[in-house]
């Protein structure tokens, strides 16, 4: 069973910074493409970036372009997203999936590991 536990969100004032990191467990790190997706209650999901296996190819949403950096180490099983200059509209829950990853495009599945980590940023 895969398992992934989600941290590093918290809140913050518009501007500042924050680096996520999510541990994956129950499958072969190195394996997958990973990414992040934000989740508002109320609001349809919305993909944020991910990251083919190899580190080789990473996609960003237009919002996360210039401000948020995905990374990941798979000798620790960890994938990071450090998110600089943060928005109020940054503000959601963040997951850490496997998906399809190419340039110009990420496909989450439509389901979640872990319970994601919660961003929150006020103006």
């Known amino acids: 069973q895969v398992q992934a536990e989600e941290s590093g969100g918290g809140s913050v004032q518009a501007g500042e910074s924050l680096r996520l990191s999510c541990v994956v467990s129950g499958l072969t790190f190195g394996d997958y493409a990973l990414g992040w997706v934000r989740q508002v209650p109320g609001r349809e999901r919305e993909g944020v970036s991910c990251m083919t296996r190899d580190g080789a190819i990473t996609h960003y949403e237009n919002f996360a372009k210039g401000r948020f950096a995905i990374s990941r180490d798979n000798a620790k099983n960890t994938l990071y997203l450090q998110m600089n200059n943060l928005k109020p509209e940054d503000t959601a829950r963040y997951y850490c999936?496997?998906?399809?990853?190419?340039?110009?495009?990420?496909?989450?599945?439509?389901?979640?590991w872990g319970q994601g980590t919660q961003v929150t940023v006020s103006s």
């Open positions: 999936v496997t998906g399809g990853c190419y340039n110009g495009a990420w496909y989450p599945p439509n389901f979640y």
